[in-house]
């Protein structure tokens, strides 16, 4: 039972780190790869997107009401699915479904699991701390991790 449980915990943790490190590849593409993306080095943990493509793909992500609701109730607090259920008016497939793509995406990810009467939740926090958009001359997003 404790060589599941260790299992168990280890496969959690590795799920958790790859989901990380995914989210920190695809920032450090954007970075590495572009000359419209940049460490805005006067703030600390912030990083700039001038790219109009990539500003329109994140835009479009934040532009879905089910997601903007999610990840605003996410950055006050971790929450589970339970939560969104009660909070959100959306049907639990939607939910479930929003709440995969923006795991998959790297909007949000897992912080933990808990067990509740023998079944496993997920607790889930944002990736992202903050946007903030920026239109005086061109469009500029910043974006702290």
Known sequence: MNNVLSNN???RKDKEIMQEVYFMEEISKLIKNSKDCEIDRSQKGWFSVNNPIIIEKIL??????LTR???QILSKKPQ?????RDNIDCSKTSLY??????EKNGFIKILKYEYENNRKIAIYESSIKEIKMDMKEDMKLYIRL
């Open 80 to 84: 589970n699915a339970s939560y969104f």
């Open 9 to 11: 915990i280890i496969a």
């Open 60 to 65: 479009s992500t934040l532009g879905d009401v």
């Open 69 to 71: 609701e999610i990840l």
């Open 97 to 102: 479904r929003k709440l995969s793509e923006l």
